[in-house]
């Protein structure tokens, strides 16, 4: 794809070490600045446009669901799976991508092994519905809820509508899509989370690159609901 080019070089020829009390941070020349906005907005059109595409979404959920199927139905180990388990180390690295799905595909009989056959064959589900939840005009508190939202919390509307469609739940998957532009956060969001902004040199001056942009993003995730 012609999304996420940048010019690293010039970003690389302009990196510069800045220090004060004691500590030190990576900052960018005045001159790269261009460079490191481009990078930015590279970043993120990556993720809107490859990363989270509906069809990588779709492929990640259709492998997440045969996991959680083959848990269930005892083809993968439950206990092995729990972080608290000694031997979960050893259990989850031994499941690469072949043995996974070599593990899976040898119970054919259930569902799990359906759904890794249709990833095999990119015979992939459909976007039976989506909607744009960023673009509706929410309150704060519905914001905040959906915010709170788990994957496992749709399991009864996924069982809902097997039965209004007639067909296997395990074959319905509601997902919830954040897609966070975590570049273009404000410097007072980077420093409260113990990180440093994208800091620029000009002369003797250092500051965040967002107090002098002339781009700068929604600190809002673009929220989008689908049904697979």
């Not at 996420?4 to 510069?16: N, W």
């Amino acid at each position: 794809v012609a999304y996420g080019i940048f010019d690293l070089e010039r970003i690389l020829h302009t990196i510069h070490e800045v220090s004060e009390d004691g500590r030190s941070e990576i900052a960018i020349l005045k001159k790269g600045q261009d460079a490191i906005e481009n990078y930015r907005l590279a970043r993120f059109l990556m993720h809107t446009q490859v990363y989270y595409h509906h069809v990588r979404a779709i492929s990640d959920n259709i492998l997440n669901r045969a996991v959680e199927i083959a848990v269930r139905d005892g083809i993968l180990s439950n206990e092995g799976l729990k972080f608290d388990n000694n031997n979960f180390l050893n259990y989850y690295l031994s499941l690469d991508d072949s043995r996974l799905f070599t593990k899976i595909l040898s119970s054919p009989e259930s569902n799990a092994s359906k759904l890794i056959k249709d990833l095999e064959n990119r015979n992939l589900l459909k976007r039976g519905y989506e909607i744009d939840l960023k673009n509706k005009k929410l309150s704060a508190m519905k914001k905040w809820k959906l915010m709170q939202i788990k994957p496992s919390d749709f399991k009864e509307l996924e069982k809902d509508l097997a039965e209004k469609c007639n067909c296997d739940e395990d074959f319905i998957i509601i997902y919830l899509q954040r897609i966070e532009n975590s570049l273009y956060k404000s410097s007072y969001e980077f420093f409260k989370t113990g990180e440093t902004p994208i800091l620029i040199i000009d002369d003797d001056e250092i500051y965040e690159i967002d107090k002098e942009s002339m781009i700068s993003g929604s600190q809002e995730p673009l929220l989008k609901l689908y049904v697979f």
